[in-house]
């Protein structure tokens, strides 16, 4: 006769081994994601990686787009908090540096080729910026940071940093070709976003 103890017991390990079959899918499509780009992305190249039934992926993923995005959700969860240097112009320094080695990385082609897709892709821009928009931006935080300090005043529009940064980073990385260099890092921060950031606030 099984206990109760030891139904416990077993009920828990299958959650655990759903569980690490659920990550084991996430990690693959985001794997495939840097290989083959969205369009290139086949649901049963992922089950195959994953040792997972194409079923598996349709019952809790029943389209690409709710599969990529959960993907990309759970890879970008591990990064780290934002950094704190104690001023505006270093936490901006050392963020924009965090950027530059992700752009620069493994993962800076699955992110173009995300931006990419969502042209031809509704319900994958849907889903993306719905992801974006569940985040508090880490501009906000920065910004709110700053003027906590003193270092800003009240006016300042934190989204101009979302507007033009990945912009530049991402023209500059692929389309020129350039590198994300420190240089590149300053003037971005001391000639662009700084001034911006504590010009007189528009009437």
Not at 112 to 132: D, I
Not at 133 to 152: M, N, T, W, Y
Request: proline share 6%; hydrophobic share 40%.
């Amino acid at each position: 006769m099984v206990s109760k103890a030891q139904t416990a017991t077993t009920a828990g390990a299958s959650r655990r081994l759903d569980e690490d079959r659920r990550l084991a899918i996430l990690r693959a499509t985001y794997e495939l994601l840097g290989q083959t780009g969205y369009q290139g992305l086949r649901v049963d190249a992922v089950a195959a990686r994953a040792q997972a039934s194409k079923a598996t992926l349709y019952r809790h993923w029943p389209t690409k787009p709710a599969l990529v995005v959960d993907a990309v959700r759970f890879c970008k969860a591990a990064e780290g908090n934002l950094p704190d240097t104690g001023s505006l112009r270093g936490d901006l320094l050392a963020w924009f540096g965090e950027l530059a080695e992700t752009i620069g990385g493994d993962e800076g082609p699955i992110l173009a080729g995300l931006f990419v897709a969502l042209h031809t892709e509704p319900e994958l821009a849907t889903e993306l910026r719905s992801l974006r928009d569940s985040k508090v931006p880490h501009a906000e935080e920065i910004c709110a940071r700053a003027q906590s300090r003193g270092e800003l005043r009240p006016g300042y529009n934190a989204g101009l940093v979302d507007e033009i940064v990945p912009a530049q980073c991402f023209m500059r990385a692929f389309a020129l070709g350039e590198p994300l260099d420190a240089a590149f890092l300053e003037h971005l921060v001391d000639d662009i976003i700084l001034p911006l950031l504590t010009r007189e606030p528009r009437p």
